[in-house]
């Protein structure tokens, strides 16, 4: 079956130099610096990585960071918990906008 | 759930497991060494000796590369013990490394580790915790092991209820809870009591250990705040294809995936401190192997000479090149894994 995302793809995700190296090697080298282990460890790295790919809906990152925080020793309850953090968020940032909503109403209204 | 063995599962003979490793599409580990002029293999000096006093054991772990459990019978005998006694003062190994299956069930382990004791090495024991509180003949272990200044190691693949059970059997994490408390009665893990009691992880499915170091932090403060419990290291070990766990890994569809992984997280470091070059493994029936997963996989160490306890020697031995296969890419990945932990 043909689909947009293969999930192949994702070992290729180095190859994205081949268009335009220069660029890719600086992102690369970012990359590997950001997800060192720094003020924060490398394991709540791997969680917050895991909660943006699913905020930002990446079937790849969510692939590839689902399998990095079970190599960083989280368990099921872990990673669940970092994903309902992505979800209260964004739940959040548009429920806020409820208030935006509201206010417009209240103008319109008598 | 019976072992492969018992079932007369396929994938049960050594030989159908090797088969399966070696049709794999990756490049053969040995080609692997010699690019980085470590083939043949070789001995660095002998240090440990290992030995499987049985595949017996109250548990059926569904990674276990032994294939142990409750209906193996196959046990090493008090003769055996002897050559082994025979063997080892032939030797300057340090360290005497006993495990099984659940060494603990042999009827002469007892009588076996107070003659190790005698000779004064350090005696390792690789007890599956729940065997302390199988069976009230098996509660008083934690003073036995005491009485010899017996360092334990122990598996306890998480410090959840589910992880364990999923890993090793169902109540496994409570009885491995309660054994551990008994072991920390004793002194086992107490500052200044000198008895040791190590902690070892392994994933439970198809992924790599995590940092070995990170792990250790986790689990001493979660042991502890929850359940009050003490211990000394936490050794990762990374999952190695035979046995049980490559069958969990042809079943799961995780197989090539998992040995993927394993090639590519191929550590020359790793491959220069792999446990094999200090260590000799023994069977049950006493024959010498490399290592315990050289044993599961029937690859008998390379030397015609000193194949066997009865014609144990030690400069043949340490001169011998060491059996390599495709499962031994498990021991070089990342930060390498032995019996110890990790090993860079
Ligand atoms: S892993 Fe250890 S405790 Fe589990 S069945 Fe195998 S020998 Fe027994
Ligand atoms: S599996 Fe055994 S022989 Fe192979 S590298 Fe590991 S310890 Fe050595």
């Known amino acids: ?110 | 759930m019976k072992s492969l063995k018992v079932q007369q599962h396929p994938l049960s003979p050594a030989q159908r497991q090797i088969e399966t490793l070696e049709q794999s599409a990756f490049t053969p580990f040995a080609e692997k060494l010699d690019l980085i002029g470590l083939l043949p293999l070789k001995p660095t000096h002998l240090d440990i000796f290992q030995i499987n006093m049985g595949k017996m054991c109250n548990q059926v772990c569904k990674h276990c590369h032994v294939d142990a459990g409750p209906d193996r019978k196959e046990i090493m005998t008090r003769d055996m013990m002897e050559l082994c006694l025979i063997a080892i003062r032939k030797t300057s190994v340090t360290t005497i490394d006993l495990t099984g299956g659940a060494p603990e069930m042999n009827p002469d382990f007892r009588w076996f580790v107070e003659e190790l004791s005698a000779l004064g090495k350090k005696i390792i024991v690789r007890c599956n915790l729940t065997i302390i509180v199988a069976n009230p003949k098996y509660n008083d272990l934690p003073d036995f092991f005491k009485k010899h200044q017996i360092e334990v190691v122990s598996s306890l693949p998480y410090f959840t209820a589910i992880k364990t059970d999923s890993q090793r059997g169902e109540g496994v994490f409570e009885k491995s809870i309660k054994a551990l408390k008994m072991l920390n009665e004793v002194g086992y893990g107490i500052e200044g009591s000198n008895l040791i009691i190590n902690l070892v992880y392994n994933p439970a499915g198809a992924f790599l250990p995590a940092a070995q170091h990170a792990l250790e932090l986790e689990f001493k403060l979660k042991l502890w705040k929850q359940y009050g419990i003490v211990f000394n290291s936490l050794f990762a070990i990374t999952n190695i294809p035979v046995n049980r766990f490559l069958n969990y890994l042809i079943t799961s569809n995780n197989y090539e995936g998992y040995m993927e992984k394993l090639v590519n997280a191929f550590n020359p470091g790793a491959a220069a401190g792999v446990m094999c070059r200090n260590t000799i493994s023994v069977s049950w029936d006493g024959y010498l192997y490399d290592c315990d997963f050289n044993q599961m996989l029937e690859l008998n160490v390379s030397t015609p000479l000193s194949r066997h306890l009865s014609d144990f020697n030690t400069e043949i031995l340490e001169n011998r090149n060491i059996v390599v296969n495709e499962h031994c890419y498990g021991c070089t990945a990342g930060a390498g894994s032995s019996c110890g932990g990790t090993t860079v």
């Open chain 1, 1 to 110: 079956m043909k689909t947009y995302y293969n999930p192949e793809d994702l070992k290729k995700f180095g190859n994205i130099g081949e268009f335009e190296p220069n660029l890719a090697k600086k992102f690369f080298d970012y990359y590997g610096e950001v997800f060192k282990e720094g003020a924060l460890t490398a394991r709540e790295k791997s969680l917050i990585a895991l909660a943006v790919a699913h905020a930002v809906q990446c079937p790849y990152c969510i692939d590839a960071y689902t399998v990095d925080t079970m190599e960083k020793g989280c368990d099921e309850q872990q990673v669940m918990e970092a994903v309902h953090v992505a979800a209260a968020i964004k739940g959040g940032a548009l429920l806020v906008h409820s208030v935006q909503m509201m206010n417009k109403f209240k103008e319109l209204s008598m």
